[in-house]
């Protein structure tokens, strides 16, 4: 007889772990099925947003996370751009990091600084984490070969390196298992997207003379080129650590192979200056945009790169993933204890996809801008030109709004004609749909310190009777809710609203001065009920 699980996870990177850490710590029994028995050693991944170490707080991991990092406490995490290689006159380092959506320029609204260090250091953590939940059973060195689905649940079907084969049974499964997900092949999700038709080189090496020579710029952790040849396509070094380790993007001719290739060679010329390398990896990636149609068949999801992929400009991809993982875990959870609806699993394409649409069409957008800078602007053809037009780049480095947000979600009382984006700048003000910023409360704690792990209702200064009728409301609906009362006074001013319905996930669902006519329509809707 097949095991039966809640759900099954297939595929064990950093964002099938995480749905498995979100899941194990609400109780539901899930099984994770990965292939790899350990992480891979490739430093891909690392630039972590605030928002994403809000998500490592609530796992119960933050602190292992930041003592994993490998670069010394406070080191400047953000970027150096520069015209022709990096020796090169024209270069900029935008205060803050330059990095839209993170860093200092919007910590006051999160609950966590970012951070940085390599995936596969991120994955030990959440592997640790994992183990600690006993409603999580790890399947490493497994991978699921085959699945179905019927009105009673899904089974998926697994073998260990083809020797063994065993059938798992649940209510449902989530595909995390990247870009070539045999999830999404198998229930026939298709995705679309932009293929820009060129090849990318990823090569890790270490080199300390090239830490050294780069000691004219301040200290940052990225280090971008833009050369005119190169179409608007970058040349990237990357930190692993500060002294010897590197991880480098670049385009290269279709034909390339580790082996027919100078890659010291490119390196040095990205540089501009020789300096000697000692490679670790070569491996290589195509520039392409891609997003699937549906995140949601029945009782099948996607998530992470299962469901989306672009090339790794910004340091987007892993910190959606862990988003998708988030979003989705809360509410696999509150269907399967009885309290959510089917909207609630629906609303999880319909919040997240256009996030990411949205996302990838500002990348292909960067391009096409770095691309029409190049073409119109040379020092050789007019320099009072070029420089006058390389100060405006430099000025609006670190400018662009990224606020992820739901507010046109059908699960969300969003303001009317709104629309799920990732349009807005951070504010302290508690709006349905987008993140709740951070305050203290009059007893000094912070307000994220007292969220419950259901919906909570902040009330300031709210009378007994409107807490009442949330409260009969949600107890009809079997919705954990937590009511956390305190005065309207301090930092909780800044929220411009007296009542405030925080989700699992930390997003505003609702929030109001004063009670509606009726509480349980409001929340009937934010349970998709």
């Not at 068949?297 to 996607?302: A, L, W, Y």
């Not at 069409?361 to 770095?370: N, Q």
């Not at 200064?461 to 107890?475: R, S």
Request: proline share 6%.
């Amino acid at each position: 007889m097949a095991q039966r699980y809640q759900a099954i996870i297939v595929g064990g990177g950093p964002v099938g772990v995480a749905l498995a850490v979100e899941l194990g710590q609400r109780g539901i029994t899930c099984a994770l099925v990965e292939r790899r028995l350990t992480p891979q050693l490739i430093p891909k991944g690392q630039n972590l947003t605030n928002r994403t170490l809000e998500h490592f707080y609530f796992w119960g991991c933050v602190d292992e996370l930041r003592a994993a990092r490998i670069m010394p406490p406070g080191y400047p995490i953000g970027g150096v751009t520069a015209y022709g290689n990096l020796m090169s006159e024209y270069w900029y380092a935008p205060a803050g990091g330059g990095q839209p959506g993170r860093g200092e320029g919007v910590r006051p609204y999160y609950f966590q600084a970012n951070e940085r260090l390599p995936q596969y250091l991120t994955e030990e953590v959440l592997r640790q984490r994992l183990a600690e939940l006993p409603s999580v059973t790890t399947l490493f060195g497994w991978s699921a070969v085959a699945l179905e689905q019927d009105d009673r649940g899904v089974r998926v079907r697994t073998t260990n390196d083809g020797l063994t084969e065993e059938v798992l049974e649940a209510d449902y499964v989530v595909g995390c298992d990247g870009a070539r997900s045999m999830v999404r092949e198998y229930m026939g999700i298709d995705r679309g997207g932009a293929d820009f038709d060129q090849q990318m080189v990823l090569a890790v090496f270490r080199s300390r003379e090239l830490h050294k020579g780069l000691s004219r710029f301040p200290e940052r952790t990225t280090y971008r080129v833009l050369r005119p040849e190169l179409r608007g396509y970058w040349q990237f070094f990357g930190r692993v650590d500060v002294g010897e380790g590197w991880f480098f993007h670049a385009p290269v001719p279709e034909d390339t192979t580790p082996d027919n290739y100078d890659f010291h060679g490119l390196v040095q010329q990205a540089a501009g200056f020789s300096f000697a390398a000692t490679f670790d990896h070569v491996g290589f990636w195509d520039l392409r945009i891609s997003v699937a149609s549906t995140y949601r068949q029945g009782r099948v999801f996607i998530a992470g790169d299962a469901c989306h992929n672009h090339p790794p400009y910004g340091g987007y991809g892993l910190n959606s993933g862990l988003e998708d993982a988030v979003n989705l875990g809360w509410k696999l959870a509150a269907v399967l204890e009885g309290w959510g609806g089917e909207r609630l699993l629906d609303s999880y394409t319909e919040e997240r996809q256009p996030v990411f649409v949205q996302t990838g069409e500002a990348i292909a957008a960067g391009i096409e801008r770095d691309r029409a800078f190049l073409d119109r602007y040379s020092p050789e053809r007019d320099q009072a030109e070029f420089e006058e037009a390389w100060k405006q780049m430099a000025a609006r480095a670190g400018t662009q709004e990224y606020e992820p947000n739901y507010e046109g979600s059908s699960v969300v009382l969003g303001p009317p004609n709104s629309a799920c984006s990732i349009r807005g700048r951070p504010s302290f003000r508690a709006q349905a749909g987008r993140h709740l910023a951070p305050q203290p409360l009059s007893s000094r704690r912070n307000v994220f310190e007292e969220l419950g792990a259901g919906f909570t209702l902040l009330a300031f200064d709210a009378n007994h009777q409107i807490l009442d009728g949330f409260w009969k409301a949600a107890q009809t609906l079997l919705m954990p809710l937590k009511i956390l009362r305190d005065s309207y006074e301090g930092g909780r001013k800044a929220y411009e609203s007296r009542l405030i319905l925080v989700r699992p996930d930390q997003y505003v669902a609702w929030q109001e001065d004063e009670t509606p006519e009726d509480p349980a329509l409001v929340l009937r809707k934010v349970v998709g009920s």
